[in-house]
DNA sequence: GATAATTTGTACGTATGTATA
DNA sequence: TTATACATACGTACAAATTAT
């Protein structure tokens, strides 16, 4: 379980890998701090730039949350509440840029469910918070 | 319209925030090829670090592709087609993690959309191909 | 087919800024 | 205040894939 610095592999998708290992194993639990950039590069033998592109791969998937001064944390997930759609509604998916996101105050790695209603109205819900029922 | 270099906000995010505008406004058309990196670098006096990080924050939003040997394009979004889902289902989306969007074929910024049906079956999209029909 | 030029990808180092504890 | 931790941004070098010559 380390990185090995001949593969074909980026180091920084070795690293990515071994830290979600740990995160969906729950070896890091919800809420958990990781390791500091500077420890994980001292611990894997890694320079500063791998180590923070292996974050942002993680962080892209929404599974840690990073800010400044402190260390970044394996991200909650709040526990999704069921929202009830109507028949002959339609539903699709993206990804927010990030002006959306800065409205919607949703982590990255978070995408937005739209449902646009039979009567032409448009819903949108952070798809962390919000699973749809269709009636 | 160009790059403030004493603001407040960061410079990739500045450029990142310049090329999503000329893309939005089909300035930058489907399958059309972003100017290089380096050429961006000298355009707008910015380090390839800052061009790149701008860059990947648009392949994150799913608005571009790049890969090695040819110049970033902006993404071709395919015509969504509408899968109709059954009364009773339960619909989810997520962001894949590296190795689903690898098995699944899938760019980066397309989310997952997730269907539960009543019966207990699970059916996975790309988000940028299917809409969901609720009958 | 072989070479060269172009373009993005990976990875290193360094420096400074800013928020938190 | 001090120390820690992440964010921004510069530079350099080489690798790998593609395209043009």
Redo the contacts with the bound molecule.
Sequence with gaps: MSIDHRSHT????QLADLLRDRIESDELPSGAP?P???RLSQEYG?????V??AISVLRSEGLVT???????RVRPRPKQRLVEILPGSTISARTPNSNERRQMDTAEGVPILEVRSPDGTVQTFPADEVALSCL
Excluded: D, H, I
Excluded at 46 to 50: E, F, I, Q, S, T
């Design positions: 980026p180091l920084y998708m990781l500091s950039e500077a890694l320079g500063r730039v791998a923070r592109k990073s800010s400044r001064g402190q260390p970044t």
